[in-house]
């Protein structure tokens, strides 16, 4: 079974990075792939890294993603004021035969 | 322009059911797996139902098992969720989701932009 643990919030200044992990709880912690989702308000979701660490086009790379051991992390550099939104990890779980996503994190540009 | 495009949600009361109807335009749905995933303040985001192309595979979380069916019709371009003995925990946005290979990977591409549903008597 797999659990994402996500941090409720974090913040940044314009122009800062910041990272969002996401901690990964599985069985097959090995197998399993990550995907990161952003939802500004009053919008549905948007595909943001896929498989880890891959950019679907149309995405800035100004957002990078990388997973190491227990925990996948969604980098942003150069923050920007569009960049205030929730952001997502998910993954699908062979086992259960699930999805599961994590509780998301606001990100707040100061 | 790919889009999806929920529709049918609206206020039910607890024990009631409701259908939800997903819209597929701009690209060959028959092509694609599909997911509804709902969401609320409290809980986030939750998936809640998976089907194949053909619709022979189909997955449920075990909040939804047993009161809610997905079924597909690929000549309509149309996906579907069946809700039954909803309670108060099923008031959500519901949205469908594509996913973008062949299998179960939760790598939702393209979203609806989600329909509400009000469980209340």
């Known amino acids: 079974q797999s659990v994402l643990t996500q941090p409720p919030s974090a913040s940044g200044t314009p122009g800062q990075r910041v990272t969002i992990s996401c901690s990964v709880s599985?069985?097959?912690?090995?197998?399993?792939?990550i995907n990161w989702f952003q939802q500004v308000p009053g919008a549905a979701p948007k595909l943001l890294i896929y498989?880890?660490?891959q950019r679907p086009s149309g995405v800035p790379d100004r957002f990078s993603g990388s997973k190491s051991g227990t925990s996948a992390s969604l980098a942003i550099s150069g923050l920007q004021s569009e960049d205030e939104a929730d952001y997502f990890c998910?993954?699908?779980?062979?086992?259960?035969?699930?999805?599961?996503f994590g509780g998301g994190t606001k990100v707040t540009v100061l | 322009q790919e889009q999806l495009a929920e529709s049918g949600g609206g206020l039910v009361t607890p024990g009631g059911s409701l259908r939800l109807s997903c819209l597929a335009s701009?690209?060959?749905?028959?092509?694609?797996?599909m997911s509804w995933i709902r969401q609320t303040p409290e809980k986030g985001l939750e998936w809640i139902a998976y089907?194949?192309?053909?619709?022979?595979?189909?997955y449920y979380a075990d909040s939804v098992k047993g009161r809610f069916t997905v079924s597909r019709d690929n000549s309509k371009k149309s996906l579907f969720l069946q809700l039954t003995g909803v309670t108060v925990d099923d008031t959500a946005i519901y949205f469908c989701?594509?996913?973008?290979?062949?299998?179960?990977?939760?790598?939702?591409?393209?979203w609806g932009q989600g329909t509400p549903v009000t469980v209340s008597s």
């Open positions: 989701a594509r996913e973008p290979v062949v299998f179960p990977a939760a790598r939702f591409d393209l």
């Open positions: 701009g690209f060959n749905f028959n092509n694609y797996y």
């Open positions: 089907i194949s192309t053909t619709s022979r595979t189909v």
């Open positions: 599985a069985s097959n912690i090995g197998s399993t792939f």
């Open positions: 498989s880890n660490n």
């Open positions: 998910a993954t699908w779980d062979d086992s259960l035969n699930a999805g599961v």
